[in-house]
């Protein structure tokens, strides 16, 4: 995948489009198989939490293409298994559409799920685990350093902390964009823009290329 840039401008929806790109990777890949296996899973699980990780992999990787990166797989696999973690929630809880701050404790325990689950790949397990750490309502795995493994190369450090940073992007983004609900501030005067840019105001950049790019809005309009 590496300067193959990723391409999302599709017909297709975003779970075609999600589908092609880790058939893309290949049957050898073990984390592309773990990441069909569990997507799978998601859908029939709870099929709304599914369709968000496909759009939120598919911006993520957009996000990436416009920080520069040329190799776009830690958005991809991070993006699709962010929320891997929901499948140890119950699927009429995650159909709510509005919850009650004692449930909503029980939804924030995804973050840390999604972490051990992962496990197994350490990269992306750390981008699933703190794609809620970074914000100013933060919860979940330590973005500051906890999950990375010992002795990782400082580049490759760097690196997965911007993945980290584009999938939370672009999940807070997709959910501000889709949900109305009291957690993402779905029922006061605020826009979606303006919750993102007081929870993320260190990354004013990114959120006006997510707020300003057609690609990105027919990603989460449902086209690929």
């Given at each position: 995948?590496?300067?193959?840039?990723?391409e999302?401008?599709d017909?297709?929806?975003?779970e075609?489009?999600?589908?092609?790109l880790?058939?893309?990777?290949?049957?050898?890949?073990?984390?592309a198989a773990?990441?069909?296996?569990?997507l799978g899973?998601m859908?029939e699980?709870?099929r709304k939490?599914?369709?968000?990780?496909?759009?939120?992999a598919l911006i993520?990787?957009?996000l990436?293409?416009f920080c520069?990166?040329k190799?776009?797989?830690?958005?991809?696999?991070?993006?699709?298994?962010h929320?891997v973690g929901?499948l140890t929630?119950s699927?009429?809880?995650l159909?709510k559409g509005?919850?009650?701050?004692e449930?909503y404790?029980?939804?924030?325990?995804h973050?840390?799920a999604?972490?051990?689950m992962?496990?197994?790949?350490?990269?992306?397990?750390?981008?699933s685990?703190?794609?809620h750490s970074q914000?100013?309502?933060s919860?979940?795995?330590d973005?500051?350093?906890a999950?990375l493994?010992?002795?990782?190369k400082e580049?490759?450090e760097?690196?997965?902390k911007?993945?980290?940073?584009?999938?939370a992007l672009s999940d807070?983004?997709?959910?501000?964009?889709?949900?109305?609900t009291s957690?993402m501030?779905?029922e006061?005067d605020k826009?979606?823009r303006?919750r993102?840019?007081a929870?993320?105001?260190?990354y004013?950049?990114?959120i006006?290329f997510?707020f300003?790019s057609?690609d990105v809005?027919?990603?989460?309009?449902?086209?690929?």
């Open positions: 995948m590496e300067k193959n840039n990723i999302t401008r017909t297709k929806s975003v075609e489009r999600v589908s092609g880790l058939e893309q990777e290949g049957s050898r890949s073990e984390l773990t990441t069909k296996k569990f899973l859908a699980h709870d939490t599914f369709l968000h990780e496909c759009r939120v993520a990787i957009k990436a293409e520069g990166f190799d776009q797989k830690p958005e991809l696999f991070g993006g699709a298994n929320d929901k929630i699927g009429e809880l159909g509005h919850i009650t701050q449930e404790e029980i939804i924030k325990k973050a840390d999604s972490a051990k992962l496990a197994k790949y350490p990269f992306t397990a750390y981008i685990g703190t794609h914000q100013k309502n919860y979940g795995v973005f500051k350093g999950g493994p010992d002795g990782v580049a490759t760097r690196r997965m911007e993945a980290a940073k584009n999938v807070f983004f997709d959910a501000a964009s889709t949900r109305k957690q501030g779905g006061n826009s979606p303006e993102m840019e929870e993320y105001p260190d004013l950049d990114r006006d997510l300003g057609q809005q027919e990603i989460v309009g449902g086209r690929g």
